[in-house]
T-cell receptor, first 118, second 113 residues
Framework: AQKVTQAQTEISVVEKEDVTLDCVYE???????LFWYKQPPSGELVFLIR??????QNEISGRYSWNFQKSTSSFNFTITASQVVDSAVYFC???????????????FGKGTKLTVNP | EAQVTQNPRYLITVTGKKLTVTCSQN?????MSWYRQDPGLGLRQIYY???????DKGDVPEGYKVSRKEKRNFPLILESPSPNQTSLYFC????????????FGNGTRLTVT
């Protein structure tokens, strides 16, 4: 069965520090999708990025970057020069492809709470 | 504006009093889902719907009902709420289950006393 582990429950950094949020996943499928969502203190859930299993290119979007490594089943998220507005709970999620016997169900990790202090 | 609208945002009720949390999306999405969020447990799926009149259980369906009579609406019904259903609930929609990003509602914080 698919599983997502976010081992870091809480992280606290000082503004301008770089921080990496870890995500390790388990799946028996060769085709799957990985996601990151952000939940700021206001509570809403916001989609950040999606990656499919065939695309191991790293992604950079401003101060955010994602490192996808199939060899270690990891999809880590790095915030460069963190800001107070980055304070949020971040969720990693995984879904498998129905066509290859997967469930297509989206499974979330338990989240990492990031606090960026001024 | 494309959005998922949940109501109410906050709800306090008593054990056993039936309640409904509404969810509506204006993006013509086929897939809709309900999650509950509890401290230390992350987001767990309650029910989902692949299309109109098609619903199925998620990981924690006990004590909940749903219906999907129209594409845009996916209400969550608690026939006889209990204190262990005190939680933060999210409705979400997407084009397809699994590989499409989810659009979430703003959440409903439910307290059952």
């Amino acid at each position: 069965a698919q599983k997502v582990t976010q081992a870091q429950t809480e992280i606290s950094v000082v503004e301008k520090e770089d921080v990496t949020l870890d995500c390790v996943y388990e799946t028996r499928d060769t085709t799957y999708y990985l996601f990151w969502y952000k939940q700021p203190p206001s509570g809403e859930l916001v989609f950040l990025i999606r990656r499919n299993s065939f695309d191991e290119q790293n992604e950079i979007s401003g101060r955010y970057s994602w490192n996808f490594q199939k060899s270690t089943s990891s999809f880590n998220f790095t915030i460069t020069a963190s800001q107070v507005v980055d304070s949020a709970v971040y969720f990693c999620a995984l879904s498998e492809a129905l066509t290859q016997g997967g469930s297509e169900k989206l499974v979330f990790g338990k989240g990492t709470k990031l606090t960026v202090n001024p | 504006e494309a959005q998922v609208t949940q109501n109410p945002r906050y709800l306090i009720t008593v054990t056993g009093k039936k309640l409904t949390v509404t969810c509506s999306q204006n993006m013509n999405h086929e897939y809709m889902s309900w999650y509950r969020q509890d401290p230390g447990l992350g987001l767990r799926q309650i029910y989902y719907s692949m299309n109109v009149e098609v619903t199925d259980k998620g990981d924690v369906p006990e004590g909940y009902k749903v219906s999907r009579k129209e594409k845009r609406n996916f209400p969550l019904i608690l026939e006889s709420p209990s204190p262990n259903q005190t939680s933060l609930y999210f409705c979400a929609s997407s084009w397809q289950q699994g590989h499409s990003p989810l659009h979430f509602g703003n959440g409903t914080r439910l307290t059952v006393t």
